[in-house]
């Protein structure tokens, strides 16, 4: 039982590790990376509970199709050598204050 525990705490762990770090991430291949991680972390917690068909399916389905669709797209469109200037550029830089104050609303 304790081991189950362990295991538990272990995978939750990488589960929220692995979450924060697809949206940290700057290197997109990376993030999609993370995002594979997660699913096949949180496929394991629903194995541990009992719940073996969603586990596997959520391995065959998300890991199997949908992440490595995503990590297949972001390889062909390499992001890498493409100059990111939507932040760096002087006219486009209202959006920010704008963005900031409707995330806000929502928040509260």
């Known amino acids: 039982m304790i081991a189950h525990a362990i295991f538990f705490y272990v995978f939750s762990i990488i589960a929220v590790i692995s979450a924060i770090m697809v949206t940290v991430s700057k290197n997109t291949v990376h993030s999609v ?57 002087e006219n486009s830089s209202g959006h920010i204050p704008v963005g900031l104050i409707i995330s806000t609303l929502i928040f509260f």
């Open 33 to 89: 990376f993370f995002l594979i991680l997660d699913f096949i972390s949180i496929s394991c917690l629903f194995i541990m509970i009992g719940a073996e068909f969603l586990g596997m399916i959520m391995l065959i389905v998300y890991v199997g199709a949908v992440a490595v669709l995503f990590l297949f797209v972001v390889m062909m469109l390499n992001v890498a050598q493409q100059k990111n200037q939507w932040l760096s550029s």
